[in-house]
């Protein structure tokens, strides 16, 4: 559906930093998007009674990682919500 409208680049939030946002992230850049996170607009839920890191190591480290991301002809990054641009620049 995405590709039939001309869409080239994906801003990504949300919540499950560590299921949704990430599996989006992802799928989005294996598929050939550009892929930008808000850095400060996913979050997740508490997982550490289930050995998980808690939340705000989760975000970081998405976040670091993602803002680290390359492949060929395909941009990935982060930006603060302070920051996005709908025009392509961010």
Known sequence: ?????GVGRLVVVGS???ACVR???????????DVTLVS?????FDKTAWGAPPP???IAHTNLYWSRQAAP???AGTV???DVAFDGAS
């Open 56 to 58: 705000d190591q989760v």
């Open 40 to 44: 400060d607009a996913h979050t997740t």
């Open 80 to 82: 603060a919500t302070k």
């Open 1 to 5: 559906m995405l590709s039939g409208l």
């Open 73 to 75: 002809g395909r941009t």
């Open 16 to 18: 499950e930093t560590d």
């Open 23 to 33: 599996s989006t992230l992802h799928g989005a850049f294996v598929r050939g998007y």
